[in-house]
């Protein structure tokens, strides 16, 4: 075993701490999927998706090498360790791995040209967090076009502190709005749940507020 000091990038994650916390970042890992997609001389978007767009409507044909698809969406999942903003459309993108499109693979592009703009994006731990969870929780009642299943996320906080995010599409279709928000609610309530026992097991004062 060797002592290699304070820990500064490990599987592809920048750490870097100072006195208002720990900053976890994947510039590098950022770089180098710009570079493997050729778009180090690209212009930068402002936002990681296209407003309304139907990915599931898509005609375009098919793309002839689906493994570049697959290589890149399976690295942007990666990145999902320490950017919560990517969440959403990482989880309509991974969808289309078995027959991408070309739009689907043009969409994927408009991700990594976004990334490109946001080079220093990462997540911040503060160091004056209190340890109070605050979870949030949304859904989007059938927002797949096809099969009217509906999507819903989570959003939790320990303090100041990202903590929990995650966007995923429900097994079955529910016949109201107001029935699947409640699910959302349960889901966001289980993840809280977690990591209350968590914090009791490392012997913290919690105190947790569902927004």
């Not at 002592?3 to 592809?12: M, N, T, V």
């Not at 599931?56 to 990145?79: C, H, Q, T």
């Not at 499109?101 to 503060?126: C, E, F, I, P």
Request: proline share 3%; glycine share 6%; aromatic share 10%.
């Amino acid at each position: 075993m060797k002592d290699l000091g304070s820990l500064k990038y490990f599987l592809g994650i920048e750490v870097a701490k100072n006195q208002e916390g720990i900053f976890l970042c994947q510039r590098k890992y950022t770089l180098d999927i710009i570079n493997e997609v050729r778009l180090l001389g690209s212009q930068s978007v402002s936002t990681p998706m296209a407003q309304q767009q139907k990915l599931a409507l898509s005609k375009e044909p098919f793309m002839d090498n689906p493994d570049r698809y697959r290589r890149l969406v399976g690295r942007l999942i990666y990145l999902l360790a320490t950017q919560p903003d990517l969440a959403y459309v990482v989880h309509a993108l991974s969808q289309f791995m078995k027959e991408p499109r070309v739009d689907h693979w043009n969409s994927s592009l408009r991700v990594v040209r976004y990334l490109k703009g946001m080079l220093a994006q990462g997540t911040l731990l503060r160091a004056n967090s209190n340890l109070k969870l605050f979870g949030w929780c949304d859904a989007d009642y059938a927002g797949c076009p096809i099969t009217r299943k509906s999507v819903g996320g989570w959003f939790v906080t320990l303090g100041d502190s990202p903590v929990s995010w995650k966007t995923r599409k429900q097994d079955v279709v529910y016949r109201s709005s107001a029935e699947f928000e409640y699910l959302s609610m349960v889901l966001a309530t289980c993840e809280l749940k977690w990591l209350k026992s968590l914090l009791e097991d490392i012997r913290s004062e919690y105190l947790v507020n569902i927004l």
